[in-house]
């Protein structure tokens, strides 16, 4: 199978990579002059590249016409993650990111134990989390992580930009088997608490602007756990884990 | 709600816990007589214990009569999992006890990379992690951490004690939806693999000792993700994941 790499310069039958993506296929893979790898564009389409140029920094390719990945979901899931301690939303997005998550945004809520530290550093390293974990899944998109968000307020607000907001809370909720059917919506989002779950309040907020409460059961799920489960679910009833 | 402990001495309406738990609950929550917690019997049954004696590494209690927990599924699911590299073995049974699994049977297989090395004092530390994540989880069973199983024969010899086994392939198989419903089944097996995946005459025989091949879509998932959507798509599919 050819490798697999992301790149957003790709148009017009031609492509390029750049930066290390450049250093790994010209010096530690030792591409030569007509080689094929697999190119996904900024399209989240499938080319196949034929290396036409390898230079120090950068390969040159030429493109066929893009394919749609049979490994990219029907619907876009964005998932919405209560901040975790420690390191473990890394676990989060390299689960999130093969089980076919769009979107990861981590939000700060009231019973969150972590704080907000140096989050733009953060975020570089869980978006090259993401895609090595891209790469590795052979997925056609790159999955984004976003900057956190500081508080549940905006989480709700962003809920207008989905067909359907599923709002995982412990107190409970209707059986997602009866909420989720195929190709019923394009646009869905997951939101998942950190350790401390959510407040009372968050959970009435959620409700207002939208969200359908759902459980995951009746055993007491970790932080990190409960999107996976959320994840695989929506994936599994939406029929795109088949 | 009060604290949550296995015990195996419980009988006629009396019970005991000894070592690290009667020190526990003694020395580190300084439990007093009179106090409540839940206790979990051999039987699968949660039983309120009110303590009665408080002694060197031992306390008493009464209990009432059992009840059984909305925390068990309703069917018994055994993962039999490749062995993985390095500790993600304990991962995947942490995520797996919360998820709701009764045994898990990990084993070596044709392209496993782990091999066998002081699988005794492993075994040991692995059911300490499924108690604590027992506890965690708020299940009412211990579920119990088999030592692994040398060959892929003894797993397809092991299929016999169940209703239906599921073996995960990465060459893709049956849509899950279509292959398990609520109540259909109470013993289900789930067969994941290692790093290396299976080999064709494993997967060959699998079938052959009446698994099921299934898939788990188009996205490659890692060795201990695998498990983890497996186990997630199980127990809502069978209805209890709500």
Chains 1, 2 share one sequence.
Do not use: W
Not at 11 to 36: C, P, Y
Not at 165 to 171: A, S
Not at 183 to 188: A, E, P
Not at 220 to 227: D, F, G, Q, V
Request: a negative charge; charged letters at 25%.
């Amino acid at each position: 199978m050819p490798h697999r790499y992301f790149t957003r310069e790709l148009a017009d039958g031609r492509a390029a990579l750049t930066g290390s993506d450049a250093h790994h296929l010209a010096d530690v893979m030792r591409a030569r002059i007509g080689e094929e790898v697999v190119l996904c564009g900024p399209d989240g389409l499938e080319y196949l590249g034929t290396v036409t140029a390898i230079e120090p920094g950068r390969v040159e390719f030429s493109v066929t016409d893009g394919t749609t990945s049979k490994a990219e979901p029907d619907c876009a899931v964005t998932l919405f993650a209560g901040y975790p301690k420690a390191g473990k939303l890394e676990e989060v997005i390299r689960h999130s990111v093969e089980l076919g998550v769009t979107e990861v945004v981590p939000f700060f809520s009231r019973y969150c134990v972590a704080t907000p530290k140096k989050e733009d550093v953060k975020n570089e390293r869980y978006n090259r989390i993401a895609a090595e974990a891209a790469k590795q899944a052979g997925r056609a998109m790159l999955p984004h992580v976003a900057l956190p968000l500081n508080d549940f307020a905006a989480v709700c607000k962003a809920f207008a930009d989905f067909d359907v907001v599923l709002f995982f809370y412990e107190g409970g909720g209707a059986p997602l088997r009866e909420v989720l059917h195929p190709g019923q919506y394009k646009r869905v989002a997951i939101v998942t608490g950190s350790e401390g779950g959510f407040s009372v309040e968050e959970a009435e907020a959620a409700k207002a602007a939208g969200a359908v409460t759902v459980g995951l059961g009746p055993r007491i799920l970790r932080c990190e756990t409960a999107p996976l489960a959320a994840l695989t679910s929506v994936m599994l009833l939406t029929g795109n884990l088949e």
